[in-house]
């Protein structure tokens, strides 16, 4: 049998603490190691329980839960889930302030206290932990990109690129970050269309487009049904629906069986932008867990198109990209602070 995750609460209410403990102890895939009610007790017990994950409250006193992930992240990287009432859907500012701290999920507490649905609660918060205890946690999400060379190799591929009309780029586990080093960078005259697909829990697309378009110079916003992408503009898949181009160039709803859980899947609207765009397309697949995407890098890559998968290094999880590779579907590869420099080089008129 494999050792239980080990995990280390900080919560400073007494009755969600005990709670939370109760909610974990019904499996023993599990091990409570340790609790604190603050980020400054927390961050003395971490180098002597070496837990795996960490379950912070975000509002705690002397040292609250947002000043306590950037700590963790300094000096001892590893996967943060934050448990708090402040991260349910409507707290997308809060929500995408951890994120980009370098918590890697959130669990919101019921408005009513976490006693309600309690077993439904427990399973979900179980599950969200084991996923998280098989992620290598980076420091790099406290440091400013650093822009390396472009390759030799690279700067050939662009040259030899035909002019792109459309950028089409999928994400999973450790995505909102990685969206945040890429489209920022972007200036506001891009020319094309960029369309994303990113998965995440039903309820937060809208706080993770509207936390983007504050950060950028490009327009971040959902995609609408009959919708014709703009130049200039980032549109995210709505919530529940495969996001996939007509034949008329326009944007379209699919509601066709998830493709490995996921709707809107990655595959589906790769697969969609490479039959209309053909080799005017770039396509990039983002960290990731699973192997959504690839086949649809793939197919643009099949078509004539760019295909870029980003590198092991900077994934959070390198399942997708991974993937994307073994089958060849992506011409190049590179790390995450690279890809914004790249994509200027290859579209912007210089």
Same mark, same amino acid.
């Given at each position: 049998?494999?050792? &239980?995750?080990?995990? @280390?609460?900080?919560?400073?209410?007494?009755?969600?603490?005990?709670?939370?403990?109760? /909610?974990?102890?019904?499996?023993?895939?599990?091990?409570?190691?340790?609790?604190?009610?603050?980020?400054?007790?927390?961050?003395?017990? $971490?180098?002597?329980?070496? +837990?795996?994950?960490?379950?912070?409250?975000?509002?705690? +006193?002397?040292?609250?839960?947002?000043?306590?992930?950037?700590?963790?992240?300094?000096?001892?990287?590893? !996967?943060?889930?934050?448990?708090?009432?402040?991260?349910?859907?409507?707290?997308?500012?809060?929500?995408?302030?951890?994120?980009?701290?370098?918590?890697?999920? *959130?669990? &919101?507490?019921?408005? %009513?206290?976490? %006693? $309600?649905?309690?077993?439904?609660?427990?399973?979900?918060?179980?599950?969200?932990?084991? $996923?998280?205890?098989?992620?290598?946690?980076?420091?790099?999400?406290?440091?400013?990109?650093?822009? @390396?060379?472009?390759?030799? =190799?690279? *700067?050939?591929?662009?040259?030899?690129?035909?002019?792109?009309?459309?950028?089409?780029?999928?994400?999973?586990?450790?995505?909102?970050?990685?969206?945040?080093?890429?489209?920022?960078?972007?200036?506001?005259?891009? !020319?094309?269309?960029?369309?994303?697909?990113?998965?995440?829990?039903? %309820? #937060?697309?809208?706080?993770?487009?509207?936390?983007?378009?504050?950060?950028?110079?490009?327009?971040?916003?959902?995609?609408?049904?009959?919708?014709?992408? /703009? &130049?200039?503009?980032?549109?995210? =898949? !709505?919530?529940? *629906?495969?996001?996939?181009?007509?034949?008329?160039?326009?944007?379209?709803?699919?509601?066709?069986?998830?493709?490995?859980?996921?709707?809107?899947?990655?595959?589906?609207? /790769?697969?969609?932008?490479?039959?209309?765009?053909?080799?005017?397309?770039?396509?990039?697949? @983002?960290?990731?867990?699973?192997?959504?995407?690839?086949?649809?890098?793939?197919?643009?890559?099949?078509?004539? %198109?760019?295909?870029? =998968?980003?590198?092991?290094?900077?994934?959070?999880? #390198?399942?997708?990209?991974?993937?994307?590779?073994?089958?060849? =579907?992506?011409?190049?590869?590179?790390?995450?602070?690279?890809?914004?420099?790249?994509?200027?080089?290859?579209?912007?008129?210089?």
């Amino acid at each position: 049998m494999k050792d &239980p995750i080990k995990v @280390l609460i900080v919560e400073d209410s007494p009755v969600a603490l005990n709670i939370l403990q109760r /909610m974990l102890k019904t499996t023993t895939e599990i091990e409570v190691v340790g609790t604190a009610t603050n980020g400054i007790d927390a961050l003395d017990l $971490i180098p002597k329980l070496n +837990p795996t994950v960490i379950c912070t409250d975000y509002h705690m +006193p002397k040292m609250d839960g947002l000043q306590l992930i950037k700590e963790v992240m300094k000096r001892f990287p590893r !996967p943060i889930l934050v448990i708090s009432v402040s991260v349910h859907t409507t707290d997308s500012e809060n929500i995408f302030n951890l994120i980009s701290a370098g918590a890697l999920d *959130v669990f &919101p507490k019921p408005k %009513g206290g976490l %006693g $309600i649905n309690f077993d439904a609660l427990s399973s979900d918060l179980i599950q969200k932990i084991k $996923i998280l205890s098989g992620i290598v946690a980076f420091s790099k999400h406290i440091h400013p990109p650093i822009h @390396l060379p472009v390759t030799k =190799a690279a *700067v050939e591929t662009v040259a030899t690129k035909p002019d792109t009309s459309i950028v089409v780029i999928g994400a999973s586990t450790g995505g909102p970050q990685a969206f945040e080093a890429i489209l920022p960078n972007l200036p506001d005259n891009f !020319p094309v269309p960029i369309v994303c697909i990113q998965h995440i829990s039903d %309820g #937060f697309i809208t706080g993770l487009v509207d936390w983007l378009n504050f950060h950028c110079k490009i327009n971040v916003t959902l995609a609408r049904l009959g919708e014709k992408p /703009m &130049p200039g503009t980032a549109y995210f =898949a !709505p919530d529940g *629906v495969h996001l996939t181009i007509n034949k008329s160039g326009r944007f379209s709803f699919s509601h066709a069986e998830p493709f490995m859980g996921h709707r809107p899947s990655v595959n589906v609207t /790769m697969s969609s932008v490479a039959q209309y765009y053909k080799n005017s397309a770039i396509g990039i697949l @983002l960290t990731g867990m699973g192997i959504d995407g690839a086949d649809g890098l793939l197919d643009i890559y099949n078509q004539g %198109g760019l295909t870029i =998968a980003q590198d092991e290094t900077s994934s959070i999880v #390198f399942g997708m990209p991974k993937r994307a590779i073994e089958i060849g =579907a992506a011409k190049s590869v590179f790390a995450l602070e690279n890809i914004s420099d790249m994509l200027i080089k290859c579209v912007v008129k210089q």
